[in-house]
């Protein structure tokens, strides 16, 4: 069974700052993976998403993803925080069928000034 | 374009009630799921449907959950009885049914058992 391991529980960063989330993921085809956001009593919004191609995947609000077979990871950066996107972040991953998604267990960011 | 609507937003009820949660998933989307998502954790997949009918539901506990999409628009989620381990923020999200399609989530409906 597909299965996702975010081993930061909190990270906190700087405004200004880059950042980067971790995202391993246990699947045996290519997966599709995800990541979203989600704000405080808010559902998850999207924020990017890699099928196939290109590994490195562009999202919205300036976020990027890595995919890398080799190390089973799906990492998501951001060049420099703002203090508004302090929220947590899941990252998913989708059986090749039947659109279910896998969620990790979540990180929560949280931007000082 | 409306998103997904849920309801009631917070529900707080007594161990051994029951309660229900109602989702109206975008227009013209086949494909509607429940998640459960408890404190500290990430959603869960609790059922999923395509159109009116249950496409899985393998971890929907059965003997207290049950869930309905009637017409295949508007589902219901049920409760019965609760226990204090069903606290959790129920999650309701659609897609249009077709692969390599983002699924779109609502707010969700915040429980708490007490």
């Known amino acids: 069974a597909q299965s996702v391991t975010q081993p930061d529980i909190h990270i906190t960063v700087s405004e200004g700052a880059s950042l980067e989330l971790r995202c391993n993921y246990s699947?045996?085809?290519?997966?599709?993976l995800f990541w979203y956001v989600q704000s405080p009593g808010q559902g998850l919004q999207l924020l990017l998403k890699?099928?196939?191609?290109?590994?490195l995947v562009q999202g919205i609000k300036g976020f990027e993803a890595e995919f890398k077979r080799s190390q089973s990871s799906f990492n998501l950066r951001k060049p420099s925080v703002h203090w508004s996107d302090a929220a947590e972040y899941f990252c998913a991953v989708e059986e090749e069928y039947g659109n279910k998604l896998v969620f990790g267990a979540g990180t929560i960011l949280r931007v000082k000034s | 374009e409306a998103g997904v609507a849920q309801s009631p937003r917070y529900k707080i009820i007594e161990k051994r009630q029951s309660v229900a949660f109602w989702c109206n998933p975008i227009s013209g989307h086949a494909t509607l799921y429940w998640y459960q998502q408890i404190l500290g954790q990430g959603p869960k997949l609790l059922i999923q449907?395509?159109?009116?009918?249950?496409?899985?539901d393998s971890q929907l506990p059965k003997d207290r959950f049950s869930a309905e999409r009637l017409k295949g628009v508007d589902s219901t989620l049920k409760i019965q009885p609760a226990k204090l381990e069903d606290s959790a923020v129920y999650l309701c999200a659609s897609t249009p049914g077709e692969m390599n399609t983002e699924a779109f989530f609502g707010q969700g409906t915040r429980l708490t058992v007490v």
């Open positions: 699947y045996g085809a290519t997966p599709y």
């Open positions: 890699y099928f196939s191609g290109d590994t």
């Open positions: 449907f395509q159109n009116n009918g249950v496409v899985d």
